[in-house]
DNA sequence: TGACGAAAAGTGCACATGCACGCATTTAGA
DNA sequence: TCTAAATGCGTGCATGTGCACTTTTCGTCA
């Protein structure tokens, strides 16, 4: 997929960075039986556990029905228990099962392949300034 | 939507970036009938025109059968022509029509205004330079 | 305490994304 | 020339994405 000429467009070029990297790192994901986004559900969730879903939602700058959507194969799979705050019905409380934390662990090891692959050829200090701009970027269009 | 601290995968900061921008676009588009992706095809599609189903989708770095799911929208519209090419019944001889036309007109109006809402916020120059790096990360995970 | 607005989350819909698989056509080689 | 490989596309499936709408629950205030 060989980009065409001088995309102008703010958020095409992002939009075709991130079909590309996605496939980068699903391919790198492929046998662990999760996807980049399930990934990346998995390892923010295991740093801010127990979370609700608008606090999860808002720490993966997702929109927050996005997000109950993607956990529903989590849920299925058992990689991700949900259950009703204590206090107040109307929140969940979301936390990693055992597997959860056993699968997320055998990715990390298929995500750092990845990970180091692309800043092998993107150059490591390039890529934490691109994170850095990107994050930039996600503050300028709020 | 706050980002959460310091992502460190870079597919992950690409696609929130892409959540975010792809946000402030459509909502710039809206009224226009056309989503962000369909927008870019349809810009893409009339600097290329006629093109075929590979061609066009090398040239927004998007999964060949991807283009062909998002054309169907676009076909039932009346946006976009698909004919069969001479000389080769496999080629799609893809064109605009004149109702895709004047479409991707109005559109670029909206299209317009986001550009350069984004571009205020984060720095014209700054955004081509973000632009280039996006680039050229697509080519390192190439 | 009862009604009403706010907050948290779920659901249906349409489109976005790409892999696996299959079909039709073309080309290359024996 | 006939067949096998290569080429160009389409489709089914599962997931990703977010808006509009709904439901449930909580807090507040008269």
New interface residues.
């Given amino acids: 997929?060989?980009?065409?000429p001088?995309?102008?467009?703010?958020?095409?070029?992002?939009?075709?960075?991130?079909?590309?990297?996605?496939?980068?790192?699903e391919n790198a994901l492929a046998g662990t039986g999760l996807r980049?986004?399930q990934f990346?559900v998995l390892?923010?969730l295991s740093q801010?556990e127990p979370a609700t879903m608008q606090t999860l939602?808002?720490?993966?700058?997702?929109?927050r029905t996005t997000l109950s959507h993607n956990l529903k194969p989590l849920e299925r799979d058992g990689l991700v228990a949900v259950a009703v705050a204590d206090g107040d019905q109307r929140v969940r409380q979301l936390r990693l099962t055992k597997t959860g934390m056993s699968t997320l662990k055998a990715a990390h090891q298929a995500?750092l392949r990845?990970?180091q692959k692309?800043?092998r050829?993107?150059g490591v200090d390039?890529?934490a300034?691109?994170?850095r701009?990107?994050?930039?970027?996600?503050?300028?269009?709020?």
């Fill in positions: 997929m060989r980009p065409g001088d995309v102008i467009c703010n958020c095409l070029a992002v939009r075709q960075a991130a079909r590309q990297l996605t496939q980068m790192y980049a986004t990346s390892a923010r801010i939602a808002e720490e993966l700058v997702m929109d995500w990845a990970q692309f800043e050829a993107f390039e890529a300034a691109l994170r701009e990107l994050a930039r970027a996600i503050t300028a269009a709020s």
